[in-house]
């Protein structure tokens, strides 16, 4: 148990489907992240919640859509997805503000597959 | 940004010490840090360095060296239960944790 929950853990959907995936942290950590692990690839950063406000956006496409209602959890809303959006999304948080000797505490993902 | 190199497999022998590389260059480092992944579960931390030498924590020591841009993590006494991905990974500081990982190496422990 990391403290971090994912659910669903599998999710399978359509191209046309609405979906979300959420994400819980009880470790009072001020920073929050969606990533992304394919096949062979290395773990890409999607997105970044700093005390709620997103810093980062690494140029994902729209139709991934974050939420950050508090500092405790995330969500990642889903439309209108394509095949090659089939992978393992990873939730975590870490302290924020820059602590030294900070880490990632990682959730133990949703394996989405799109059909 | 960020590169970071390491092998994408490695098979090593129950009770072996087996050494994983990674290299990388970045535009801005502020520490290094290694994660396990076991298949189907969330990645974990291992270690962090942000200083030159070496970090020991029981049978598992990391190293880094900032100017050759290498870093490498020592698996000593290997058990059937390190079979698991490595992630080698680069943090900037932005005042929270911009990682990025590097592709990951599968090590498999065999009898």
């Known amino acids: 148990e990391t403290g971090v929950t994912q659910t669903p853990r599998h999710l399978v959907m359509g191209m046309t489907n609405k979906k979300s995936l959420k994400c819980e942290q009880h470790l009072g950590h001020n920073a929050m992240y969606w990533y992304k692990q394919s096949a062979k690839k290395p773990l890409e950063l999607m997105f970044v919640y700093s005390l709620e406000e997103r810093v980062e956006n690494n140029s994902v496409p729209s139709r991934f859509s974050p939420e950050c209602p508090n500092s405790s959890h995330l969500f990642l809303h889903l439309h209108t997805l394509q095949p090659e959006d089939s992978a393992l999304y990873l939730c975590?948080?870490?302290?924020?503000?820059?602590?030294?000797?900070?880490?990632?505490?990682f959730g133990s993902g949703t394996q989405l597959s799109v059909l | 940004g960020q590169n970071i190199d390491q092998p994408t497999e490695m098979t090593a022998t129950e009770g072996a010490i087996v050494q994983i590389n990674c290299t990388y260059q970045t535009s801005g480092f502020n520490g290094l840090f290694w994660y396990q992944q076991h298949a189907g579960e969330a990645p974990t931390f291992l270690s962090y360095?942000?200083?030159?030498g070496l970090e020991e924590k029981g049978r598992f020591s990391s190293f880094l060296s900032r100017s050759k841009g290498y870093s490498y993590l020592l698996l000593k006494e290997l058990q059937m239960k390190d079979s698991a991905s490595y992630l080698c990974a680069v943090r900037e500081d932005r005042g929270y944790q911009k990682v990025t990982f590097g592709t990951g190496t599968k090590l498999q422990v065999i009898p």
């Open positions: 975590a948080s870490s302290l924020g503000r820059g602590h030294p000797n900070e880490k990632l505490f």
């Open positions: 360095n942000v200083l030159d």
